[in-house]
Every structure is written in C-alpha cells, then in structure tokens.
C-alpha cells in the first residue's frame, strides 16, 4: 500500500435524510479506518447537529427522482413523514444509527464537529442551540486551516 | 501476500496485515502483533477487546465493526478509539489474528 488518506474533511450542506447520511457514515468510516476526520456542517446541514431539529430529520419526498414517485403524490401532506418513517424502520432493522445517536457516536470517534459561522448568522442561530458536541462555530478561513493536508468532500 | 515470523512462526499476512488463515493466529503472538501495531503496553481493556473480536470471529465466522464492539464489548466508542487510535476494530482484529471486519457502519 502506497497511497493512503490520512485525513478528510467533509462538509454536509443539505438537511434533508439523504443528504446528511451519506456523510455521516463517510466520516465514522474514516475514523473506522484510523483516518483522522472533521465534518463541517454549513446551510441546512446544520439542522443534524441542532438540537431541536435534528430528531426530525425527513427524507425528500418532492423533487426527488431517485424515490421513484410521483412528485405530486410526493408534496401530499403527511407523504414525507410515512416514507421518513418507513427508511428509519428499514434503517434500524440493519442496526443503522439515527442521526442524533449516529452524530454522538461519530463524535466518540475523536472526529471534531463544527457548525458554519455564515449560516449560522444567516440563520439566527447560536452555539447553544446546537448539541453539545460542536466544538466551535467557524469561518471558512478557519475550515481551510483546519482541513490543510488533507482530502475535502463536499456533500 | 507474504510470510512474517511472529513468535517464532511463521504466518501469511495479506497486504493489509491480516491473518490469511486465522488458525496460524496463537495467543502468544499477541504483544508482538500488538507492538506492529504500535501498542507498547496491551492493558486488560485491549485484551477484553482482543478476546472478544477472536470468540466473535470464532462463533460468527466474520470479525464486529466499531459500532458493534461498542454496543456489545463493554467497551464504549470513547476508549475503544484511545485503546486502537488507528481504528479499533481494523487494529484488533489485526491483532486477534483474523480478516478484516466487513460493514459500512
């Protein structure tokens, strides 16, 4: 073995189920690996480390081709929730972490958790109301610093 | 492929280093896996780990990721990471002699 990754930094940007998983199981294989890990979470991915919100993660049901759909029949109300709760139930049947538990788990790891200091004034937000395992709000300078000499993954 | 001497024996590793066949893998090869591996002193939480990942091989016939290891060792993620810095179902099972734990979580 010659080339291997020895760090990745990986930035979650969207808030939906689909779009905060993926990331969250690169950053636990990583660690699984022994490769160092960071995950920055920026615009609506910041709703997986919200405390309030991050219990009620749901998948897309509109807009969302791959669900093979209708996306009329995907905007109906409640539509979302039943599917949301139908990947969970799938989910929890191969022994997957929800996302909060998966977060704490990942951050058991020794990853480090930051939060976007652009969406998080964009938001209103502060570090309180995210989980108690964001290490600090950062500024896209401070990401780059932290993410030097290593590989970025955007998600 | 290649054959490394542990305690004596010579056993074939994989590229990686696991184990190719686990019953070359004997309990006195373990402090010098465990010194490959970087882990000078091997505590009693690092052999808890150890014989567990080996009888959980043993009884499955497939080595249990991180998540399983925390759920099930008496071990938590916390102190399975400080025990294996370098990934602690990956390092053990390297140590306990067997292959690679398969599993994306």
Redesign the interface.
Known sequence: ?TDTIEKVSIIISKGSLEGIYPGL?MA??A????IEANLFFTFFGLDAIHKARNEHIKLATVGNPGLHFATMAGGLPGVSTVMTHYMNHKMEK????SIPEFIE?IA???AGLYACKASVDLFGLEKNDFIEQVQDIITVGEFYEKAAGGEIIFT | MSTSTIANIDVELNNEGFFVDPDQWTVDMVSELALREGIEELTDAHWQVIRFMRSEYLAKGTGPTVRVLGKTSGVSIKELYQLFPKGPAKVAAKIAGIPKPRGCI
């Open positions: 073995m199981i636990n294989g660690r699984a690996e022994g191969l022994d997957i972490p788990m058991d790891t020794g």
